[in-house]
């Protein structure tokens, strides 16, 4: 699945993208203009030029000893002409011309008014009727480097303006959003047994419609879930009752049956019973591990609950469970009571089960809420143990059960976000197995 991405750079990159382009868009018809009127201001420097000159060069020319002859008006010091001309009469001899003027650039004829080459702008005017001609020229590259310049200046802010732009629209959006981030920790850190509605305040009128309607699925969800709760307690209670009856009457029976094939037949009753009680039990486990309320929402100390489990299981089995707890006080943990202990008796209904009969149990807790269930025994095979935790599977046919023990330990420890890790042997051991749970710590 493709990650989203996030609103933030979003909207820091779209805001800065769509301000670079209208800036861009204003820079061009500002050049645009720039250049328009640039162009009006040489055009109108040319004509006032000539028309500043020729007066000056029809009184030049008249009080000539030789006025048809070619002259060059030198210059007081040596520089670099941006505007050069002719002054010439109606067949194009020349009769002035600036110092560093190209003929070639000029027209063959003298023209009055504008005119354009592939390099240079051209202006004429004329005088005495027609008689003598001022043609006054511009490079091109000259408008075309005022025109660049104007560019460049109003380009050159944005280089700036992109980052600052970009950072200052980052803030603003990151500020805006606060709530919505807020919102979002609120959401991420909810457990699995948290559905309190979420507050936060000043939600975006975008957003606040569907953080109401979270609030609305949770409310939902805390009825269903305390429902599902209500019918798996009342149909527990209600199922051991008749089959707690019925067993006594078959033991009742198998007591008083005569020896032969009925009390034979009353003891298969009484087992498929026994075995049907369990799976019953593990069943309403089961429901009771998917119907969540896993988590406590006030941590719970692990130490005497794990403690007073084992102790219940000892008594049971001739002290055969050795207790390793760590060296604190306390182990405070999220995971719920009940929880707790359906996860502790399965493993050690487990372990008990398949472990060797003249060996231990090792249940241990570390400070960090790691719980360890270790039996002796066979090795388990590796083509077997990723398969345990599955449901209605067994390591041993012979052995009876019901198969659901790991897999209602899976279920618990998904549903409080936790590990578990089954391991065969055990750890430093050859033979054995054990059951690795890391629960959630307060």
């Given at each position: 699945?493709?990650?989203?991405?996030?609103?933030?750079?979003?909207?820091?990159?779209?805001?800065?993208?769509?301000?670079?382009?209208?800036?861009?868009?204003?820079?061009?018809?500002?050049?645009?203009?720039?250049?328009?009127?640039?162009?009006?201001?040489?055009?109108?420097?040319?004509?006032?030029?000539?028309?500043?000159?020729?007066?000056?060069?029809?009184?030049?020319?008249?009080?000539?000893?030789?006025?048809?002859?070619?002259?060059?008006?030198?210059?007081?010091?040596?520089?670099?002409?941006?505007?050069?001309?002719?002054?010439?009469?109606?067949?194009?001899?020349?009769?002035?011309?600036?110092?560093?003027?190209?003929?070639?650039?000029?027209?063959?004829?003298?023209?009055?008014?504008?005119?354009?080459?592939?390099?240079?702008?051209?202006?004429?005017?004329?005088?005495?009727?027609?008689?003598?001609?001022?043609?006054?020229?511009?490079?091109?590259?000259?408008?075309?480097?005022?025109?660049?310049?104007?560019?460049?200046?109003?380009?050159?802010?944005?280089?700036?303006?992109?980052?600052?732009?970009?950072?200052?629209?980052?803030?603003?959006?990151?500020?805006?959003?606060?709530?919505?981030?807020?919102?979002?920790?609120?959401?991420?850190?909810?457990?699995?047994?948290?559905?309190?509605?979420?507050?936060?305040?000043?939600?975006?009128?975008?957003?606040?419609?569907?953080?109401?309607?979270?609030?609305?699925?949770?409310?939902?969800?805390?009825?269903?879930?305390?429902?599902?709760?209500?019918?798996?307690?009342n149909s527990a209670h209600e199922l051991r009752t008749p089959l707690a009856a019925t067993l006594a009457q078959v033991q009742r029976l198998r007591h008083e049956a005569p020896e032969g094939p009925l009390r034979?037949?009353?003891?298969?009753i009484e087992n498929a019973l026994r075995e049907l009680a369990r799976l019953s039990e593990k069943l309403m486990q089961l429901a009771k591990a998917e119907g969540g309320g896993l988590l406590s929402e006030t941590?719970?100390?692990?130490?005497?609950?794990?403690?007073?489990?084992?102790?219940?299981?000892?008594?049971?089995?001739?002290?055969?469970?050795?207790?390793?707890?760590?060296?604190?006080?306390?182990?405070?943990?999220?995971?719920?009571?009940?929880?707790?202990?359906?996860?502790?008796?399965?493993?050690?209904?487990?372990?008990?089960?398949?472990?060797?009969?003249?060996?231990?149990?090792?249940?241990?807790?570390?400070?960090?809420?790691?719980?360890?269930?270790?039996?002796?025994?066979?090795?388990?095979?590796?083509?077997?143990?990723?398969?345990?935790?599955?449901?209605?599977?067994?390591?041993?046919?012979?052995?009876?059960?019901?198969?659901?023990?790991?897999?209602?330990?899976?279920?618990?420890?998904?549903?409080?976000?936790?590990?578990?890790?089954?391991?065969?042997?055990?750890?430093?051991?050859?033979?054995?197995?054990?059951?690795?749970?890391?629960?959630?710590?307060?």
């Open positions: 699945m493709k990650p989203s991405s996030s609103l933030q750079k979003r909207l820091g990159l779209g805001l800065t993208l769509g301000m670079t382009l209208l800036w861009l868009g204003a820079t061009v018809g500002a050049w645009l203009v720039v250049q328009h009127e640039l162009n009006e201001a040489f055009d109108s420097a040319l004509e006032e030029t000539a028309q500043r000159i020729l007066p000056l060069a029809v009184l030049e020319i008249s009080n000539r000893e030789e006025p048809r002859e070619a002259q060059h008006v030198a210059t007081l010091k040596m520089h670099k002409e941006y505007l050069t001309y002719l002054v010439r009469d109606a067949s194009g001899k020349i009769l002035m011309q600036s110092h560093d003027a190209n003929p070639k650039i000029f027209n063959q004829q003298p023209t009055e008014g504008f005119t354009t080459s592939e390099k240079y702008r051209l202006y004429g005017a004329s005088a005495l009727r027609e008689t003598l001609f001022i043609e006054i020229a511009e490079p091109l590259d000259h408008r075309r480097e005022a025109a660049r310049e104007a560019l460049f200046a109003l380009l050159l802010p944005l280089l700036a303006l992109i980052p600052v732009s970009l950072l200052g629209t980052w803030l603003f959006v990151r500020i805006s959003l606060r709530s919505v981030l807020a919102y979002r920790r609120a959401v991420e850190a909810r457990g699995v047994g948290d559905l309190s509605p979420i507050k936060v305040a000043r939600l975006p009128a975008e957003i606040d419609p569907l953080a109401e309607a979270v609030n609305h699925l949770l409310e939902r969800l805390r009825k269903a879930l305390e429902a599902e709760r209500s019918f798996t307690a034979v037949r009353a003891a298969k941590p719970q100390d692990l130490i005497p609950l794990l403690a007073h489990g084992v102790d219940e299981w000892n008594q049971r089995s001739d002290q055969r469970i050795e207790l390793h707890l760590p060296s604190q006080a306390s182990v405070y943990s999220n995971i719920d009571p009940d929880a707790f202990g359906i996860l502790l008796r399965n493993l050690i209904e487990n372990a008990l089960k398949y472990g060797a009969t003249d060996q231990p149990i090792e249940v241990s807790l570390t400070e960090q809420a790691q719980l360890r269930v270790v039996n002796s025994g066979p090795a388990v095979p590796q083509s077997v143990l990723q398969h345990l935790t599955e449901r209605f599977v067994r390591g041993h046919s012979e052995i009876s059960g019901s198969g659901l023990g790991l897999a209602i330990t899976k279920t618990i420890v998904q549903g409080v976000n936790a590990r578990m890790k089954l391991v065969s042997p055990a750890t430093g051991r050859q033979d054995g197995f054990e059951v690795c749970v890391w629960l959630p710590l307060a």
